[in-house]
T-cell receptor
């Protein structure tokens, strides 16, 4: 069974600084998709960024980028120029090609210090 | 404009009662899900329906019964509620046609409190 591990229960960063959230996963598959979701205090689950395993290029969405290391099964999220609105729980998620189930990590609570 | 909407937003009830949570999506997706988020924020899939057919049932007690009248709706009925059922329940949808890259779109969650 696939598992997703986020080893940092909590992280904090100064406003305008850069922070990296870690995620590792375990799979024997070669084709899969990885996602980062954000859950602010409003409880809504918001897609931040996604990566296809067959793409070597790291995905980027404005201030959010990933460092995808397929061999190491690592998928970290970098947030540049942190803003107060980035404070939230961040979840890493995995989905095997052809599957409909999304497997989530335990989440990392990110605090932004003004 | 709401893409995935679920009602109610909050649900407080006593042990032993039966309750339902409704979910509707207007994204034209063919697959819908129920996820449970426990007190430690861990998200776990419960059910998945594709075009009204149940395709994932993750060892959920049979007190939980999903129903999909059409591919835009997936409701969750819970019988004989227990204290351990207290959690946030998320509905989600995605498209699984030719592209399996479709991410999940989530509703805003229903916080269920069983007393």
């Amino acid at each position: 069974a696939q598992t997703v591990t986020q080893s940092q229960p909590e992280m904090s960063v100064q406003e305008a600084e850069t922070v990296t959230l870690s995620c590792t996963y375990d799979t024997s598959e070669s084709d899969y998709y990885l996602f980062w979701y954000k859950q602010p205090p409003s409880r809504q689950m918001i897609l931040v960024i996604r990566q296809e395993a067959y793409k070597q290029q790291n995905a980027t969405e404005n201030r959010f980028s990933v460092n995808f290391q397929k061999a190491a099964k690592s998928f970290s999220l970098k947030i540049s120029d942190s803003q107060l609105g980035d404070a939230a729980m961040y979840f890493c998620a995995y989905r095997r090609e052809g599957a409909q189930k999304l497997v989530f990590g335990q989440g990392t609570r990110l605090t932004i210090n003004p | 404009d709401t893409a995935v909407s679920q009602t109610p937003k909050y649900l407080v009830t006593q042990m032993g009662n039966d309750k339902s949570i409704k979910c509707e999506q207007n994204l034209g997706h063919d697959t819908m899900y129920w996820y449970k988020q426990d007190s430690k924020k861990f998200l776990k899939i419960m059910f998945s329906y594709n075009n009204k057919e149940l395709i994932i049932n993750e060892t959920v007690p049979n007190r939980f019964s999903p129903k999909s009248p059409d591919k835009a709706h997936l409701n969750l009925h819970i019988n004989s509620l227990e204290l351990g059922d207290s959690a946030v329940y998320f509905c989600a949808s995605s498209h699984h046609g030719n592209s399996y890259n479709s991410p999940l779109h989530f509703g805003n969650g229903t916080r269920l409190t069983v007393t």
